[in-house]
């Protein structure tokens, strides 16, 4: 069982980037899978998650309208679109598979993290 993200970079403020999540070993469609983000100097904050069964997507507060969470079953990945990054964007991305995710005030609550990916880069500069 693996998980792979890719697509972090160097982007400006107001860019956009895609960011992928491979998985291998098992179907990413049976998994909620979570994608998390750990800014330098603080913790690992989950910002979205896409449920199993039908794909319905959840934000967190912070990054409702700018980012977009999909599935493609046909290539075992899961995307983060982030469009209009913002300095707050810089941080290392991480995806996860989870056991659940429900909505809650501040956005979704999740539990029953798994397996995680190496995590991928994102660096907003001005």
């Known amino acids: 069982v693996q998980l792979v993200e890719s697509g972090g970079g160097s982007v400006q403020v107001g860019g956009s980037l895609r960011l992928a999540c491979v998985a291998s070993g098992f179907r990413l469609d049976n998994y909620y899978i979570g994608w998390f983000r750990q800014a330098p100097g603080k913790v690992r904050k989950g910002v979205s998650c896409?449920?199993?069964?039908?794909?319905?997507?959840y934000y967190v507060d912070d990054v409702k309208g700018r980012f977009a969470i999909s599935r493609d079953n046909a290539r075992n990945t899961v995307y983060l679109q982030i469009n209009n990054v913002t300095p707050e964007d810089t941080a290392v991305y991480y995806c996860a598979t989870l056991s659940e995710c429900l909505p809650a005030p501040s956005g979704y609550y999740y539990h029953g993290e798994d397996h995680w990916g190496q995590g991928t880069q994102v660096t907003v500069s001005s």
């Open positions: 896409i449920r199993s069964s039908d794909g319905r997507p």
